[in-house]
């Protein structure tokens, strides 16, 4: 069984995209008496991982899937609570998915996630045809909170210092790909946040789960590994360090590469960067949240390092690995932003040379430390400045990829490319999209040299070299 799933990268740090509802699990075997189960993903690739947990739990427990909500028993939302913006989404879904309710009110339908774990009371008097409300440490009891629910909804939000799911095989995707979970939680509490509130505190997951359970990958022909953590970087379990961890994977035949995504950059110790730097799997790409590129406002924000110990940290990762491609995360509009401070971000952008960004405006969340100060730039200068750092990371981003033209990459193919028309695409190392016209004999798991012939801020045209 697998579950195959949208993107939207990593909550938080790691997790950043909003993303897009997807069906997660797969037909199985036509079977009458089993429930039938449709399950959304919305938020980060944490979450899209998290949606493949749920679905092996829900496996085991015998149910199978629904491809579509009107021929589900269950109907079950995973949410993200990130930005404001992601859970009015989740509410309008729920409403849609009310109607289905109202022709078969037998249908079960569950939020689960970190909206959940945010929003219980405002959900339950919203909608109060939910049936089960879970938090992100409660998947391994969904069958039971279905199988309890009646008249009142089955709520559970207990966080769990203890829960990694490690022995729990997600029914992972189909695909060269695969997120691999290797820590959860978050204990750096950044002011504007939700997320240390939503999914608790750091654990990592034992370094022999991880090692079993990508190699059970490998066996089935995936060559690449992203492991996930909201900081990711963070990552220790007894001695093993996130670099040892790296060089640990690395030994696994058959896994040609490795990512990881979000790294916080207060975590890139020497050991992470002597990973990527020695450890030819580990590929040359480092999402590297930044945030802001005030001084004041990094502090404000409670990210534990200033302007100079970043661009410190850039200087020492280029250093060391060549040819590395760098992106990061950008929050306009903090509580006390001035154009000064904006000015700042934009101009360390420049600086910087990312190859791509991640922008977004400003969302007070409650729970956080920034809370109670609340907002106080209006949502008119927020969206100015965003259209303004998006155009420029924009002309970046192109100006980067074109300065790929000529050169030639290795690029593991992924299949198809959507444009069709006999294209394939695939990543380069730096993690760019390559497309390309394939060769027959050329298939998904293969690697091959490409030459870029021209390029776009989204991806590489390219041809076989
Ligand atoms: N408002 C806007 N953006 C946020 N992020 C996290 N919390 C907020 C918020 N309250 C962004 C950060 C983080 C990314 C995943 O989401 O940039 O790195
Ligand atoms: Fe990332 Fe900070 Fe949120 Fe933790 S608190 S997930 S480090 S943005």
Request: net charge neutral.
């Amino acid at each position: 069984m697998s579950a195959s799933a949208a993107n939207e990268v990593r909550c938080a740090d790691a997790m950043r995209s909003p993303k897009i509802g997807c069906q997660v699990m797969e037909p199985r075997a036509e079977s009458t008496a089993a429930p039938r189960v449709y399950l959304e993903t919305y938020g980060c690739q944490m979450n899209v991982a998290d949606s493949e947990t749920i679905s092996a739990v829900l496996h085991r427990a015998g149910y199978v899937t629904a491809d579509a909500p009107e021929t589900a028993d269950v109907i079950l939302l995973n949410t993200c609570a990130i930005r404001e913006h992601a859970e009015e989404r989740v509410l309008r879904r729920l409403n849609e998915l009310a109607r289905v309710k109202n022709t078969r009110p037998e249908v079960k339908l569950g939020i689960l996630g970190c909206m959940a774990q945010n929003n219980r009371d405002a959900l339950t008097e919203k909608a109060a045809y939910l049936d089960v409300i879970a938090g992100p440490d409660s998947y391994r009891r969904l069958p039971e909170m279905l199988a309890r629910s009646g008249f009142d909804p089955s709520i559970d939000l207990r966080l769990d210092r203890a829960e990694t799911y490690a022995d729990i095989t997600p029914d992972f995707a189909p695909g060269v790909r695969a997120y691999v979970t290797a820590m959860r939680g978050c204990d750096k509490f950044c002011a504007f946040c939700v997320v240390p509130y939503v999914r608790g505190r750091e654990r990592s997951i034992p370094p022999s789960d991880l090692m079993r359970e990508i190699r059970e990958l490998a066996a089935r022909g995936v060559k690449e590994v992203v492991l996930l953590g909201q900081t990711v970087n963070a990552y220790r379990f007894e001695d093993t360090d996130f670099g040892a961890l790296l060089k640990m994977i690395a030994t696994i035949d058959g896994i040609e590469r490795i990512r990881f995504t979000s790294p916080h950059p207060t975590d890139m110790t020497d050991s992470v960067i002597d990973a990527m730097a020695t450890v030819p799997k580990v590929q040359p790409y480092l999402h590297l949240p930044l945030q802001s590129g005030s001084d004041r406002i990094l502090a404000a924000m409670e990210r534990g390092y200033t302007v100079a110990e970043y661009l410190d940290l850039v200087a020492r990762v280029r250093a060391a690995i060549p040819n590395l491609a760098l992106s990061t995360d950008i929050i306009v509009g903090f509580r006390g932003e001035t154009d000064a401070d904006f000015e700042a971000t934009t101009a360390l952008m420049r600086a910087v040379g990312y190859d791509a960004a991640f922008m977004f405006k400003y969302s007070v969340r409650e729970h956080t430390r920034a809370y109670k100060l609340g907002d106080s730039v209006s949502e008119e200068v927020k969206g100015r400045r965003l259209i303004d750092l998006i155009a420029m990371q924009e002309e970046m981003s192109a100006s980067r990829n074109r300065a790929m033209v000529r050169r030639e990459f290795p690029v593991l193919v992924e299949g198809p490319a959507r444009r069709g028309g006999g294209m394939l695409a695939g990543k380069t190392p730096q993690y760019k999209t390559a497309i390309f016209r394939g060769l027959e004999g050329i298939t998904a798991g293969d690697t091959v040299t490409v030459r870029v012939d021209s390029a776009t801020g989204h991806s590489l045209m390219c041809s076989l070299a």
